[in-house]
């Protein structure tokens, strides 16, 4: 019996989502876009669920759209996934909790987009990144024109994009793509903490905090500041003193804790 290209390991408000085609790096057939786009779906659908970690079986992340696949007409898909693998990055971008990308090893053009589309990333030593669209005569469609200049600065982007060459995990903490680096069997551990972290604050405190962040990064810093002060001036309308004083010793607690870690 054939594996699930998508497995979902589901428990106490974190979901850890691992992209399953290790033979093939992970890299992004028809079956899996679809599959994933599925349980990205369901999981939004889930009121309990609070973080998402996405990380890749084997020694890949994603290796990218699958190019073997591609190469024939079944690897265009079906008519309702539209553009190839557009409705997938459009399920991530739209999606209202964190998504932890935990990437475990190469992560290559489509596979470097989805790597992209999460919140927060976490690399273990042995990831890599590039950017093969050009190497292959490809437009990017999963937004990476457009996100990794605005992570890592527009030469550097330029830089990766029209030269295809990896870039290391060491590489990638200096230049801000990702939040840390970690050896290969701490890197799902230490992304379990950070979602745990996530989980023991205000469920609504942090989508809205998403939505803030996200959609301001996308408009001038005034349009962004504009935003912050409506979303304030709507919840400062239904502030509650009492809500803020049941939580503050929590705070309090919790500051004392990680001054004596």
């Not at 594996?3 to 028809?30: C, F, H, Y």
């Not at 996934?81 to 409705?87: D, N, T």
């Not at 793509?177 to 972290?197: G, I």
Request: net charge neutral.
């Amino acid at each position: 019996m054939s594996q699930p290209v998508i497995l979902v390991e589901k428990k106490d408000g974190l979901a850890v989502v691992t992209l399953n085609r290790p033979q093939a790096m992970n890299a992004m057939s028809w079956e899996l876009r679809q599959a994933l786009t599925a349980a990205l779906e369901e999981l939004a659908l889930d009121p309990d669920l609070r973080v998402v970690i996405l990380t890749g079986a084997g020694r890949a992340f994603c290796a990218g759209m699958d190019l073997k696949e591609l190469s024939t007409e079944a690897g265009f898909g079906q008519p309702e996934e539209g553009p190839i693998g557009l409705k997938l990055f459009q399920t991530i971008w739209g999606f209202d909790r964190p998504i932890i990308g935990a990437v475990n090893g190469p992560a290559v053009t489509g596979g470097f987009e989805l790597a992209l589309g999460c919140d927060i990333l976490y690399a273990s030593t042995e990831a890599r990144f590039a950017d093969t669209h050009a190497r292959l005569g490809l437009r990017p469609g999963g937004g990476l024109s457009q996100k990794l200049p605005r992570i890592i600065g527009e030469a550097r982007a330029k830089e990766m994009s029209f030269t295809g060459n990896f870039i290391n995990a060491d590489q990638a903490l200096a230049w801000g793509l990702v939040n840390r680096v970690l050896p290969p069997d701490q890197l799902l551990p230490a992304c379990r903490t950070l979602a745990q972290d996530i989980i023991s604050c205000v469920p609504a405190a942090i989508k809205d905090y998403k939505k803030l962040i996200t959609t301001g990064m996308a408009k001038s810093l005034e349009e962004g500041l504009r935003l912050e002060g409506e979303m304030y001036d709507e919840q400062a309308r239904k502030f509650s003193p009492a809500g803020v004083a049941a939580r503050r010793q929590g705070v309090m607690d919790r500051g004392r804790e990680q001054k004596n870690r």
